[in-house]
C-alpha cells in the first residue's frame, strides 16, 4: 500500500528530528497496581526509549518480557539483562520463550491516530504475535506520531491507550 510506505517515511524523518522528552514518565504516572506481566519492546535508533521504563517496571517488581523473532513470528522472553542483538541490529532478550499472557503491551509505531490504528514498520510481526491475546495495547511514541488519520487494514492490531510525552490516553474508538 503505497499511502503506507509513503507515511513510513515521512514518519521515520520526523521522528530523527524528535525532541529528547520521553513518555515514560507519562506512563509510569498512571496506577498499575492491578497489573503483573508487562510486554515491552526494546527501543532502537530514534523510536521512544522504553529503557527508563523497564527499568523501573522491574523495579516495581513487575515481570518485563521483550519480543524476539524467530523466523517471520515474534516471542515473548523475560528480559533479565542478557541481550543477543537480531538480525536488523535490535536487542533481544536471551532465554525461553515465554507463552503466558500480558496484563499490558507496549508496542513501537511509526504513526497513530485518535482511533488506534497503528502504522508499524510493515514487517506484520506484532499483528501477527497479538492476534486474538487478551492484553491492553498500548501505543508508545512522541506526540508528533498521533496523526488524525493512518491507513488501516483488517490485519492491522489497534492500540487501546497512546502514551506520548503529553499522557496516557484511551483510543477513541467509534
Given at each position: 500500500?503505497?499511502?503506507?510506505?509513503?507515511?513510513?517515511?515521512?514518519?521515520?524523518?520526523?521522528?530523527?528530528?524528535?525532541?529528547?522528552?520521553?513518555?515514560?514518565?507519562?506512563?509510569?504516572?498512571?496506577?498499575?497496581?492491578?497489573?503483573?506481566?508487562?510486554?515491552?519492546?526494546?527501543?532502537?535508533?530514534?523510536?521512544?526509549?522504553?529503557?527508563?521504563?523497564?527499568?523501573?517496571?522491574?523495579?516495581?517488581?513487575?515481570?518485563?518480557?521483550?519480543?524476539?523473532?524467530?523466523?517471520?513470528?515474534?516471542?515473548?522472553?523475560?528480559?533479565?539483562?542478557?541481550?543477543?542483538?537480531?538480525?536488523f541490529g535490535i536487542e533481544e532478550p536471551i532465554g525461553e520463550a515465554?507463552?503466558?499472557?500480558?496484563?499490558?503491551?507496549?508496542?513501537?509505531?511509526?504513526?497513530?491516530?485518535?482511533?488506534?490504528?497503528?502504522?508499524?514498520?510493515?514487517?506484520?510481526?506484532?499483528?501477527?504475535?497479538?492476534?486474538?491475546?487478551?492484553?491492553?495495547?498500548?501505543?508508545?511514541?512522541?506526540?508528533?506520531?498521533?496523526?488524525?488519520?493512518?491507513?488501516?487494514?483488517?490485519?492491522?492490531?489497534?492500540?487501546?491507550?497512546?502514551?506520548?510525552?503529553?499522557?496516557?490516553?484511551?483510543?477513541?474508538?467509534?
Open positions: 500500500m503505497k499511502e503506507k510506505i509513503d507515511l513510513r517515511r515521512e514518519m521515520r524523518a520526523l521522528r530523527r528530528e524528535r525532541s529528547a522528552s520521553s513518555p515514560a514518565q507519562a506512563f509510569l504516572r498512571a496506577d498499575w497496581s492491578g497489573t503483573g506481566a508487562f510486554f515491552v519492546y526494546r527501543s532502537f535508533r530514534d523510536e521512544a526509549d522504553t529503557r527508563e521504563l523497564i527499568a523501573v517496571l522491574k523495579a516495581m517488581g513487575k515481570r518485563v518480557f521483550s519480543p524476539r523473532v524467530e523466523g517471520r513470528e515474534m516471542v515473548a522472553v523475560e528480559d533479565k539483562g542478557r541481550y543477543a542483538l537480531s538480525r515465554y507463552p503466558g499472557d500480558f496484563d499490558v503491551t507496549v508496542l513501537p509505531l511509526l504513526a497513530v491516530d485518535e482511533a488506534g490504528h497503528r502504522l508499524g514498520y510493515g514487517g506484520g510481526y506484532y499483528d501477527r504475535f497479538l492476534r486474538g491475546k487478551e492484553t491492553l495495547k498500548v501505543g508508545y511514541c512522541y506526540e508528533f506520531q498521533v496523526l488524525d488519520k493512518v491507513p488501516f487494514e483488517d490485519c492491522d492490531v489497534s492500540v487501546d491507550m497512546i502514551c506520548t510525552e503529553r499522557g496516557l490516553r484511551a483510543a477513541k474508538r467509534g
